[in-house]
């Protein structure tokens, strides 16, 4: 059976991540759940370690592509004191706040350890709170990637992803911040690798509609932003503008 490494990026989330790395524990065919703390200023990362996981430090907080990158190093090095696991493990990305629900994720490891996808992206069900946004930064997400590579996305921004090794290597560098599934969208989709969308009963947090929620989304658009215009992509363009044809 493949063997599979959860990856977590976590900033400031004593309250949920020991439900989180529990849920991960408990899934098919995983050996190591990894939480990345992206600079915290609580105890996460003795929650996380208390939960059973391996923990990783940033002293300051990177943004959630550095905290991915830096996982799946630690999954490498931690593959190389096993010279006959090395490149064996899936890596399958998870948000931190998903609690028990975490444990639903087999789902999306299926369709990778079997062979018929190379990246596989949650879609989720309506979470319990519907919160404060407009949908911005999802539509500029989802624009931005069908102008990139002609496919839509149905939720473009799911953190929770499941890729072989090959495929993550394929995406490097990762897209900065909250840019980073959208860069991996269209990066492993222009290089002719299978994207997969699955259906998965997760629920997290919700970001609210009070200033500081209102940052978060303010931050999450410019991220994607750079991403896309990084890649060659101007997605409010008329149409036609800002999108290559690849090969």
């Keep these: 059976m493949l063997r599979v490494a959860v990856i977590i990026p976590a900033k400031d989330e004593q309250a949920r991540i020991a439900a989180t790395v529990k849920g991960a524990s408990a899934l098919p065919g995983v050996d190591l759940v990894l939480v990345v703390d992206d600079g915290s200023t609580d105890a996460t990362a003795a929650a996380a370690h208390g939960a059973g996981a391996v923990v990783i ?63 596989t992206i949650a879609t989720l069900p309506p979470q319990r709170s519907s919160g404060g946004g407009h949908g911005l930064v999802v539509r500029l997400a989802r624009v931005g990637i069908e102008r990139a590579t002609g496919w839509s996305a149905t939720q473009p921004l799911s953190g929770q992803r499941c890729l072989t090794r090959t495929a993550f290597l394929a995406a490097l560098p990762l897209a900065d911040g909250f840019g980073v599934e959208v860069g991996l969208s269209i990066d492993l989709l222009r290089r002719g690798y ?33 991403a896309l215009l990084w890649r060659g992509v101007a997605p409010f363009a008329h149409p036609g503008v800002g999108r290559r044809r690849w090969r």
Excluded: Y
């Design 57 to 119: 430090r940033h002293t300051r907080n990177r943004g959630k592509g550095a905290a991915m990158h830096s996982g799946a190093q630690a999954v490498d090095e931690l593959n190389r004191t096993e010279p006959d696991a090395v490149g064996s493990r899936a890596l399958l990305f998870l948000d931190a706040d998903l609690e028990d629900t975490a444990a639903e994720a087999a789902p999306l490891i299926e369709p990778v350890r079997e062979g018929s996808a190379d990246m």
């Design 194 to 226: 299978r994207v997969r969308e699955v259906e998965v009963p997760f629920h997290h947090r919700v970001t609210g509609a009070d200033w500081r929620s209102q940052v978060h989304r303010g931050r999450q658009w410019l991220d994607v932003a750079r």
